[in-house]
Nanobody
Framework: QVQLVESGGGLVQAGGSLRLSCAAS????????MGWFRQAPGKERELISG????????YYADSVKGRFTISRDNAKNTVYLQMNSLKPEDTAVYYC?????????????????WGQGTQVTVSS
């Protein structure tokens, strides 16, 4: 059983920053690669960042590369997404997700466990 709970969303002005957190309730957090997805109104859910089980490899979609940073703290069963230089087009519901160890952390279909999502709104 994997339970994921996101926090840290909110309203921010363009150019600002937010840090999302995702707390995982699992027996062994380092059995899972982790990722962040987002879904904007009228658009499909997209994988924007992923991180492998021990945090030494990561993936970023082109749309967020250089602005967002994913990290994880395995001692706290938590994954983070630091979002800087936010743009109005970053407005979306952001979802934390987990994939089983051994599956790719850079491919959306590998993720099978989901949080409930947190809203991020960037005003212009």
């Amino acid at each position: 059983q994997v339970q994921l709970v996101e926090s840290g969303g909110g309203l921010v002005q363009a150019g600002g920053s937010l840090r999302l957190s995702c707390a995982a309730s699992v027996r062994r957090f380092n059995d899972y690669n982790m990722g962040w997805f987002r879904q904007a109104p009228g658009k499909e859910r997209e994988l924007i960042s992923g991180i492998n089980w021990n945090g030494d490899r990561s993936y970023y979609a082109d749309s967020v590369k250089g602005r967002f940073t994913i990290s994880r703290d395995n001692a706290k069963n938590t994954v983070y997404l630091q979002m800087n230089s936010l743009k109005p087009e970053d407005t979306a519901v952001y979802y934390c997700a987990a994939s089983d160890y051994g599956l790719p952390y850079s491919m959306a279909p590998a993720f099978g466990y989901w949080g409930q999502g947190t809203q991020v709104t960037v005003s212009s």
